[in-house]
């Protein structure tokens, strides 16, 4: 889309807003009644686009992104009458006689970018959020995952004008069109580097933005665990989309003592879950695809390290011996390879891992409970899982963003409520009713009734 049609967007989507019928939750209610609808009639175009994509299976194509767009709608659609209520707050009685609430209003004109890991649940989660706050919204779904981003648009457009929902199709330059546009919030999905781009963006017009982005998120494997568990749950939480998964396992530390132990169940897992290549997802396109192979050469490969060029597939994989400063050692993996680490002072680990930047995820394998509490109260980052991995993404009642470099701010059921609305503060006095005392001129008495309620 050429940037004059952009602009011409934004202003029609802002004329849209300004007519106020987006304030109406019975409005807001039925559009997300007709947006399921739609998206079960093309339930099947959906997990089609997502095999054509990434390879996703049909019951990881529902389980990951379409189920949890049902879930979403279905939980706003339960709450939106509490989330909106205005909330009263108690008033000081020296501000007598006045009431004092808190109102949820929509920004506006919302502008989505969403990536292509997971590009239905990430495009639909946060639009149908900034909808049931009351905004219009523009969404631009990734280039990479174009057979998704295509039946998305076909979906949008059954249920909704381009004045109040329209999707962007394009590459970076339609991205850098839209990042300069006057819209009133920015929620952006992607990488550290080009998030940094958004906020020097955002900043030309002052918009509040969401940032969610990535990083390296480790997982810990300490002396006292059920390597069993931690096995299983590893080789889930780092394979699965072929690994391509912004809070997969990035590296695993073990303590020395049970490393050849978990490396052992960590290949017994990787037989049971993917028997052959066949059964992994695949990698978006061929330039990733490079970038996540030519990571093999910076470590010794212990486990794996198959790959069909044709079908961009790469097996899952473990390493050791990680060349220290290389690209596997420093930047995030974003596919199916797992460094291997060991450790031998859990405090020394977690004050080494404190001074890098902060994930978006960690998770710890434990069953010593000072470590898991030391772990849940110290650790900087965005969210984590203890004796699991991923699954905190599956709760919408907890909320989900990154600390520092992973992120800005979060979003999920009401906090996504809360991310796309203005808290407006409002105090409401009587015109009845007016007492002097603020009021010049200033005498002892008025003084001292001031000194009795401030003090």
């Given at each position: 889309?050429?940037?004059?049609?952009?602009?011409?967007?934004?202003?029609?989507?802002?004329?849209?807003?300004?007519?106020h019928?987006?304030?109406?939750?019975?409005?807001?209610?039925?559009?997300?009644?007709?947006?399921?609808?739609?998206?079960?009639?093309?339930?099947?175009?959906?997990?089609?686009?997502?095999?054509?994509?990434?390879?996703?299976?049909?019951?990881?194509?529902?389980?990951?992104?379409?189920?949890?767009?049902?879930?979403?709608?279905?939980?706003?659609?339960?709450?939106?009458?509490?989330?909106?209520k205005?909330?009263?707050?108690?008033?000081?009685?020296?501000?007598?006689?006045?009431?004092?609430?808190?109102?949820?209003?929509?920004?506006g004109?919302?502008?989505?970018?969403?990536?292509?890991?997971?590009?239905?649940?990430?495009?639909?989660?946060?639009?149908?959020?900034?909808?049931?706050?009351?905004?219009t919204?523009?969404?631009?779904?990734?280039?990479?995952?174009?057979?998704?981003?295509?039946?998305?648009?076909?979906?949008?457009?059954?249920?909704?004008?381009a004045?109040?929902?329209?999707?962007?199709?394009?590459?970076?330059q339609?991205?850098?069109?839209?990042?300069?546009?006057?819209v009133?919030?920015?929620?952006?999905?992607?990488?550290?580097?080009?998030?940094?781009?958004?906020?020097?963006?955002?900043?030309?017009h002052?918009?509040?933005?969401?940032?969610?982005?990535?990083?390296?998120?480790?997982?810990?494997?300490?002396?006292?665990?059920?390597?069993?568990?931690?096995?299983?749950?590893?080789?889930?939480?780092?394979?699965?989309?072929?690994?391509?998964?912004?809070?997969?396992?990035?590296?695993?530390?073990?303590?020395?003592?049970?490393?050849?132990?978990?490396?052992?169940?960590?290949?017994?897992?990787?037989?049971?879950?993917?028997?052959?290549?066949k059964?992994m997802?695949?990698?978006?396109d061929?330039k990733?695809?490079?970038?996540?192979?030519?990571?093999?050469?910076?470590?010794?490969?212990?486990?794996?390290?198959?790959?069909?060029?044709?079908?961009?597939?790469?097996?899952?994989?473990?390493?050791?011996?990680?060349?220290?400063?290389?690209?596997?050692?420093?930047?995030?993996?974003?596919?199916?390879?797992?460094?291997?680490?060991?450790?031998?002072?859990?405090?020394d680990?977690?004050?080494?891992?404190?001074?890098?930047?902060?994930p978006?995820?960690?998770?710890?394998?434990?069953?010593?409970?000072?470590?898991?509490?030391?772990?849940?109260?110290?650790f900087?980052?965005?969210g984590?899982?203890?004796?699991?991995?991923?699954?905190?993404?599956?709760?919408?009642?907890?909320?989900?963003?990154?600390?520092?470099?992973?992120?800005l701010?979060?979003?999920?059921?009401?906090?996504?409520?809360?991310?796309?609305?203005?808290?407006?503060s409002?105090?409401?006095?009587?015109?009845?009713?007016?007492?002097?005392?603020?009021?010049?001129?200033?005498?002892?008495?008025?003084?001292?009734?001031?000194?009795?309620?401030l003090?």
């Open positions: 889309m050429e940037p004059q049609k952009i602009k011409s967007l934004v202003e029609k989507q802002k004329a849209m807003f300004n007519t019928r987006t304030l109406s939750l019975a409005f807001r209610k039925e559009k997300l009644k007709q947006l399921k609808k739609e998206i079960q009639r093309q339930q099947k175009q959906v997990e089609e686009a997502l095999w054509l994509d990434l390879g996703k299976e049909k019951m990881e194509a529902y389980m990951c992104e379409i189920g949890l767009v049902y879930e979403s709608i279905d939980f706003m659609l339960k709450h939106l009458d509490r989330l909106a205005p909330k009263r707050v108690p008033t000081p009685l020296f501000l007598f006689p006045s009431c004092s609430k808190i109102i949820s209003i929509p920004y004109c919302v502008l989505i970018v969403s990536p292509w890991n997971y590009p239905f649940l990430l495009s639909m989660q946060p639009m149908i959020e900034a909808l049931v706050a009351g905004n919204v523009i969404l631009k779904p990734s280039n990479y995952s174009a057979h998704t981003s295509r039946v998305i648009e076909e979906i949008v457009h059954q249920v909704f004008p004045s109040y929902v329209e999707v962007v199709q394009g590459g970076r339609e991205n850098q069109a839209l990042f300069h546009q006057n009133d919030s920015i929620f952006f999905t992607g990488s550290p580097k080009v998030g940094q781009e958004v906020m020097k963006a955002a900043s030309e002052l918009v509040p933005i969401t940032l969610e982005l990535g990083g390296k998120s480790p997982c810990i494997v300490d002396q006292e665990v059920n390597l069993v568990l931690a096995a299983k749950k590893i080789v889930f939480g780092k394979f699965l989309n072929a690994g391509q998964t912004c809070v997969a396992v990035d590296h695993v530390y073990v303590h020395r003592s049970q490393k050849r132990a978990l490396l052992q169940q960590i290949e017994h897992q990787i037989r049971l879950q993917y028997p052959n290549l059964a997802g695949k990698i978006i061929q990733h695809f490079e970038r996540v192979r030519s990571l093999l050469a910076d470590g010794e490969i212990v486990y794996g390290g198959e790959y069909d060029e044709d079908s961009l597939q790469i097996a899952p994989t473990l390493i050791e011996n990680v060349k220290k400063d290389s690209a596997l050692d420093l930047e995030e993996i974003f596919g199916p390879l797992l460094p291997i680490y060991e450790y031998e002072d859990f405090d680990l977690l004050n080494t891992l404190a001074n890098k930047p902060h978006l995820a960690a998770y710890l394998f434990s069953k010593n409970k000072a470590h898991i509490q030391q772990f849940e109260n110290t900087p980052c965005g984590s899982c203890v004796n699991n991995t991923i699954l905190h993404l599956a709760n919408i009642h907890l909320p989900f963003g990154g600390l520092q470099s992973s992120g701010g979060h979003y999920h059921g009401k906090y996504g409520f809360e991310r796309f609305s203005h808290q407006k409002v105090l409401r006095s009587s015109s009845l009713l007016d007492l002097p005392i603020p009021y010049r001129p200033y005498t002892k008495g008025k003084e001292a009734i001031i000194q009795l309620f003090k």
